[in-house]
DNA sequence: TCTAAATTAATTGTACACAATTAAACATTG
DNA sequence: CAATGTTTAATTGTGTACAATTAATTTAGA
């Protein structure tokens, strides 16, 4: 296109490079898009991986654990988990002592998936070109950001 | 909920707190939810705010121009675009040079936005406890990365 | 030139993401 | 114990995201 005509107030606070907001927009899509390869193998997608890897750790959790750990609520995991529960990898079920919990089960077939699951990680880490302590470094940085905002 | 019972494999790898993607897929969100209360003023979406800060910018881009600024494609980006339009702050019309290509063009209401959203970046920075080098420091690696998977 | 290949948007279908509302179950308090 | 308020999921509606396909146009090659 041409650009010729310049805007009347170029203002650098207006200008994506300038932000923290879109890298990380667009690396976190990137990211994911890293992993769809991967993960489509499993027929998993990113979110639902997530939820896995938190299963994975701990068996049962409820939605509301769930949605704590992830930062993502009802409107999105509901719809999510009811797909997992179609393919037969997750259970749901009411909590006998408090009606108002959903607890989230692991079933064979989602247990299973987790072998599977084991390369992916290094398999992302090498893609990305950075050192163990960049990684760390960076990882650390996002975290504070993260309890900071959350 | 009872977490006594411990996965027969527990995976540092396939640990959520152990990655780098959950940290930037969560905060991504934070951040966009952080905006979105300052974007509601202006009845505006956070990727529709990315899109604006380009035409701001460059006053006119094609589709295509704005999908490899935004790494977004047309799937995304033409709804997007068609709700602009019909709210009068946008153009859309072929290139007569090339119709296949769409110009993206800004009318009057969509170029007076900028003045009411010059203020959002600097309220947005205050939230984010960081000094002006450690933002400069972390999105410099970010953008690293970026380039590097994209 | 005429055709095959490449480019560009749009469309279609699936899956998040989240605000707002609803409904059921539980807790609290007078 | 009854009324009120709180917690928890589910639902609804809107708006991204993106893979895959389609259609129109342009480009390049024989």
Same mark, same amino acid.
């Given at each position: 296109?041409?650009?010729? #005509?310049?805007?009347?107030?170029?203002?650098?606070? $207006?200008?994506?490079?300038?932000?923290?907001?879109?890298?990380?927009?667009?690396?976190?899509?990137?990211?994911?898009?890293?992993?769809?390869? $991967? $993960?489509?193998?499993?027929?998993?997608?990113?979110?639902?991986?997530?939820?896995?890897?938190?299963?994975? +750790?701990?068996?049962?959790?409820?939605?509301?654990?769930?949605? +704590?750990?992830?930062?993502?609520?009802? =409107?999105?995991?509901?719809?999510?988990?009811?797909?997992?529960?179609?393919?037969?990898?997750?259970? #749901?079920? #009411?909590?006998?002592?408090?009606?108002?919990?959903?607890? @989230? =089960?692991?079933?064979?077939? =989602?247990?299973?998936?987790?072998?599977?699951?084991?390369? @992916?990680?290094?398999?992302?880490?090498?893609?990305?070109?950075?050192?163990?302590?960049?990684?760390?470094?960076?990882? #650390?940085?996002?975290?504070?950001?993260?309890?900071? $905002?959350?």
């Amino acid at each position: 296109m041409n650009n010729e #005509r310049q805007p009347a107030t170029p203002n650098p606070l $207006l200008q994506l490079e300038n932000q923290l907001c879109f890298p990380l927009y667009a690396l976190s899509r990137m990211i994911t898009k890293a992993y769809q390869p $991967l $993960l489509q193998e499993l027929d998993l997608t990113y979110p639902q991986y997530l939820v896995f890897m938190l299963l994975w +750790e701990h068996q049962e959790l409820t939605v509301k654990e769930l949605g +704590e750990k992830l930062l993502l609520d009802s =409107g999105t995991l509901t719809p999510l988990l009811k797909r997992l529960e179609q393919k037969q990898w997750i259970t #749901r079920r #009411r909590d006998p002592r408090d009606e108002r919990s959903v607890i @989230i =089960g692991l079933l064979p077939a =989602g247990q299973a998936l987790q072998e599977r699951a084991c390369r @992916i990680p290094e398999s992302i880490a090498a893609r990305l070109n950075m050192s163990k302590a960049d990684f760390e470094t960076l990882r #650390r940085q996002l975290n504070t950001l993260l309890t900071q $905002l959350a």
